[in-house]
């Protein structure tokens, strides 16, 4: 079975049918659903939604980049308030953006290592969103990685050797849907990434996957992503499967 280790189903693009979303996930051989942090206001709709399905949607405690503003530290401090309350699966999502603002680079660079620091302190993974910002989050890594830290980048779409800067952190790969768009390039540097750096996800509602591309993305979609990985790496489907779960578990310490 296969783990979407990045979805924001708790957004209300889902509020008409949350539970048949869900349940299209299941029946596609979805088993858990991971759950990315946005800021103070997604966290109520995301943990209703962590509370309702406890054995499939599991939720992750961070605050996202765009989201970072003059207030951020303030609105840092109730996030990890959550932290010391509940149990979580991980740090995110949070990471750089420098596509949709730059005004508050030096803002986002604190929050980043911020969270960097509960990854190591709460000892969970840490899930980065990087968004035309590669070297300031491979700056501040390359200050702050250590054995104890790990994590994903999620939705990779990078170079083979942003790739392999990845691996020598001994961080994961995300994929998600935009591997099956035509003028990606991805399958390319994909081709080169062994499997057992790699992870999936949809980024839900974002980034649907072909045929549906257009459409609202959802977890029972993330099979079409692991069929063109499958195909990418000349495997079979149920090794990508075996081998991006058994990553995911590992990763983010599931049963
Ligand atoms: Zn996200």
Redesign the pocket.
Known sequence: MLIDT???IYLNEFDDDRTEVIKRAIQNNIRTILL?N?DKNSINPMMQLANTYPKICLPMMGM?PTSVNENFKKELVLIEEWLTKEKFYGI??TGIDLYWDKKYTAEQIKSFSIQIGWAKKYNLPI?I?VRESFNEVFNILDNLNDEKLNGVF??FTGTLQQAEKIISYGFKIGIGGVLTFKNSKLDETVKNIDLKHIILET?SP?LTPAPNRGKRNESSFMIYTAQKLAEVKNETLEKVTEITTENAINLFKLT
């Open positions: 990045h979805s924001h990315p946005i996202h995110g999502e899930v969103h999620h939705c980024d974002y």
